[in-house]
């Protein structure tokens, strides 16, 4: 079983940044997959980055050289740098984790571009 925490959403104008958190219940290490998702109104869940535990990362060519993911392997928790936002990228963001064949969602944050 595995516990994913969100943090850091919220609103921010066009242009602006945001730091997205997920803390994690377990190592890191042993979590095959972890990654970052989101769902707009009246859309699908898409994934946005995914990080392998190679460090293999991938990400959604939508935000590519705008968002970043990384990781804290000391403190259990992955990041997602969000630059330059557009009022596009407003959607509710899950934290996701592929560990043991199961996959873990956190309870997700809001991210609201706009002026």
Known sequence: QVQLVESGGGLVQPGGSLRLSCAASVSIFS???????????????ELVAVMFSGGITNYADSVKGRFTISRDN????????????KPEDTAVYYCNAN????????????VTVSS
């Open 31 to 45: 979590i095959n997959a972890m990654g970052w998702y989101r769902q707009a109104p009246g859309k699908e869940r």
């Open 99 to 110: 560990f043991l064949g199961n996959a873990y969602w956190g309870q997700g944050t809001q």
């Open 74 to 85: 000391a403190k259990n928790t992955v990041y997602l740098q969000m630059n330059t936002l």
